[in-house]
């Protein structure tokens, strides 16, 4: 059996965090709980990371880096013009995985509760992480304003959607339009 290097550690605590912050949120995660998923003791992933807040922070700036990467890999090689399209595609096949979309949520409470809190750079470092996902965006899109505006609106629609489990047959999931005009 081949050891793991620190590195690779932190990444599978970075992974494991996303899955257990994604159903529990940062108040109702333990750290106890990302250890044993995995298979370290807390001290040592207090090693990796010096507190539960930095580890909630990787775990939420991977989320949006796994976003972002979902995006740029479906514009790839398309002119601009197909790209909404292959996006927005790209994106519901994604969140159908609601780890991910419950990341996110997650990400969003933990924001208004830290500044609640006092905490402004905890949202202040997710708010440049989320800039740098719409500017990416922007620019897959042409840098067209409106084109961006409305593919992250769709977004926050499926998002709440998904969230909210709406049925495959209810007719709201008819109103959303992909770029192309046709019907979800």
Avoid at 18 to 34: D, H, K, L, N, V
Wanted: with cysteine.
């Amino acid at each position: 059996m081949t050891r793991m290097s620190a590195e690779e550690r932190r990444e599978s605590v970075i992974l494991a965090a996303m899955s257990e912050f994604a159903r529990g949120g940062y108040q109702g995660t333990s750290t106890e709980a990302i250890a044993k998923r995995v298979g370290v003791s807390q001290p040592y992933l207090f090693r990796l990371f010096p507190n539960k807040r930095a580890i909630f922070l990787a775990a939420c700036l991977r989320c949006m880096e796994a976003t972002k990467s979902t995006f740029v890999e479906a514009a790839k090689d398309l002119p601009v013009d197909e790209r909404h399209h292959a996006m927005a595609t790209s994106y519901l096949e994604r969140i159908v995985n609601t780890e991910l979309l419950m990341m996110q949520m997650q990400m969003h409470v933990a924001v208004f509760v830290a500044k609640e809190n006092g905490d402004a750079e905890f949202g202040a470092i997710l708010r440049r992480a989320w800039t740098d996902l719409y500017d990416t965006c922007r620019e897959l899109l042409g840098f067209d304003n409106k084109a961006t505006t409305d593919f992250f609106s769709c977004g926050m629609l499926i998002n709440v959607m998904t969230a909210l489990d709406y049925p495959e047959d209810d007719p709201l999931w008819g109103c959303i339009e992909l770029p192309t005009g046709e019907k979800h």
